[in-house]
């Protein structure tokens, strides 16, 4: 599992990772917690699940200004 958190664009990072599907690693939104959003992952580590999470948020235009924080949990 990771978590992401993000006080801003929550609902686009929902739609960004749960429609990621590559590479065998897909993400599915299974519930929030204050301002985390918790993904279940299939990769089999999670550090790098999370890590790759990042990556796809940093590459949206409205990402690189995001202050957020990806982790695995």
Known sequence: MISIA???QQ???KELLEGYNEDGVSYTFK????IKLIFTTTADDSEAAAKKA???IKAQPW??????????V
Request: net charge negative; aromatic share 8%.
């Open 54 to 56: 990042k990556e796809l």
């Open 63 to 72: 990402g690189s200004v995001l202050y957020f924080q990806a982790a695995a």
């Open 6 to 8: 993000s006080a801003m």
């Open 31 to 34: 519930e929030k917690q204050g």
């Open 11 to 13: 609902d686009a990072i």
